[in-house]
């Protein structure tokens, strides 16, 4: 695919290196090649430094527990989790667990974002074309997409998260980020054809919608519910669109909040 001229807040991957300008690349420069005018403050905060840092010690764990997409382990590393959190949490932000994040929701484990990153790029070089995310929340999983696809619409239906999304998002200044206020179940029709649809939330199936909305060669990746042993789970669900059809996979139990319908 045609690369599109880059704004500073993505990675190009090409070169496996991050585009300059972004807060970690300047911090991760050594400070005598980036001197600074005095009215200038460069984020150097512990998170944004080099291999100590606890961002950096979370996608080691990630890598130790078989996360391997290089692209993938970019954008965990790329993109600071603390932010999407409020302050009161932020000592728990590189660590794998889902926290609150208002209104009864939660921002998704850093090793489910990963692994469905990973699920979604599925081996593929260079980055995905349009990606759908349903349920953008307080937007990290949005941001962490921004690096692995050309363009992202994400969906939230509540609006107060939209907003709240929409305020973490800023210092970061993505541009190939777009978010939504909407029924995610509904899809974006206006974004269709995907290459790819992340859910982050979890239904009793995965709506039509966003099948009719994935491309042919698209995959898809969300939670539904699935029943064993008379207990009612979750797990994972892949759905590739073929030439041929649509080939589902299942895979491992999950724990995501649900998916509803209409907007509040
Ligand atoms: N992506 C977030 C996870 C947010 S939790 C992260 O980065 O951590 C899942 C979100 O899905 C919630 O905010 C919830 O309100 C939203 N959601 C549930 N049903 C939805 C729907 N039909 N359309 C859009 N968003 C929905």
């Known amino acids: 695919m045609k690369e599109r001229p880059t704004f500073p807040a993505r990675?190009?991957?090409?070169g496996g290196k991050p585009v300059p300008n972004r807060p970690d690349t300047l911090s991760s420069r050594p400070l005598a090649l980036a001197p600074s005018p005095p009215s200038v403050r460069i984020p150097l905060n512990s998170e944004a430094i080099g291999s100590s840092s606890p961002r950096s010690h979370m996608v080691s764990r990630l890598i130790a527990q078989g996360l391997s997409d290089?692209?993938?382990?970019?954008?965990?590393r790329a993109v600071e989790r603390h932010r999407f959190v409020d302050s009161a949490l932020g000592?728990?932000?590189y660590e794998d667990t889902s926290l609150p994040i208002g209104l009864g929701q939660t921002i998704s484990k850093p090793s489910v974002v990963s692994r469905m990153g990973e699920l979604l790029r599925n081996g593929q070089s260079g980055k995905l074309g349009r990606v759908l995310e349903i349920?953008?929340?307080?937007?990290?999983q949005a941001a962490v997409l921004s690096h692995l696809a050309d363009e992202?619409?994400?969906i939230e239906r509540l609006r107060g998260l939209h907003d709240k999304a929409r305020e973490n998002l800023r210092y970061f200044r993505i541009a190939n980020l777009h978010l939504l206020f909407g029924d995610g179940m509904l899809g974006y029709a206006k974004g269709a054809p995907y290459a790819g649809i992340i859910a982050a939330a979890g239904g009793e199936a995965v709506p039509q919608a966003w099948i009719d909305q994935l491309a042919v060669g698209g995959r898809l990746v969300a939670p539904v519910a699935v029943s064993g042993s008379g207990v009612a789970k979750q797990a994972l669900m892949v759905i590739d669109k073929t030439a041929q059809?649509?080939?589902q996979t299942v895979l491992e139990v999950v724990n995501f909040v649900p998916l509803?319908?209409?907007v509040a």
């Open 11 to 14: 990675l190009d991957f090409s």
């Open 70 to 76: 290089m692209a993938v382990i970019a954008a965990m």
């Open 91 to 93: 000592n728990q932000a």
């Open 135 to 140: 349920g953008t929340g307080c937007g990290y």
């Open 152 to 154: 992202v619409y994400s």
């Open 245 to 247: 059809g649509v080939r």
């Open 260 to 262: 509803k319908s209409g």
